[in-house]
């Protein structure tokens, strides 16, 4: 009997390290990647563009995301002085009468002389 609980024990042992993988698996793809961007050759006919051409329609991109980034700011500050004024409304039974009164609330570097309060419906806008 204690043979067979050696056995059995010995044989659960190889098998638990025999049949584990210790070496990471080789078959995994590795993450993919971006390719790189070549400038289009100019058309027929068509002379390449200039540095300077170059250059202004990067900085345009760069301009309109700038500007997609400034929107956005301005909506996620927007949703933030909604909340506080619901939590204000919830907290009084009332409506700010004013920005100023949550400010508080609110992050201490936001400016709210961008937005427009209407403290009758409790609405904020920008500017």
């Known amino acids: 009997m204690k043979k067979s609980i050696h056995l059995f024990a010995a044989l659960t042992l190889f098998t638990t390290f025999a049949c584990t ?7 995994v793809p590795p993450p ?8 289009a050759p100019a058309a027929p006919g068509e002379e390449p563009k200039t540095s300077g051409e170059i250059v202004q329609g990067y900085a345009s991109g760069l301009t309109g995301a700038a500007g997609k980034a400034r929107a956005a700011g301005a909506k996620v500050e927007i949703d933030a002085i909604g909340t506080a004024i619901r939590d204000y409304q919830f907290e009084n039974s009332k409506y700010p009468a004013s920005l ?26 920008p500017k």
């Open 32 to 39: 993919p990647t971006a390719p790189l961007q070549q400038a």
């Open 100 to 125: 100023d009164d949550i400010k508080d609330r609110l992050s201490p570097d936001m400016d709210l002389s961008k937005y427009v309060y209407h403290p009758d419906t409790g609405t904020v806008a």
């Open 21 to 27: 993988p210790t070496e990471k698996k080789a078959d």
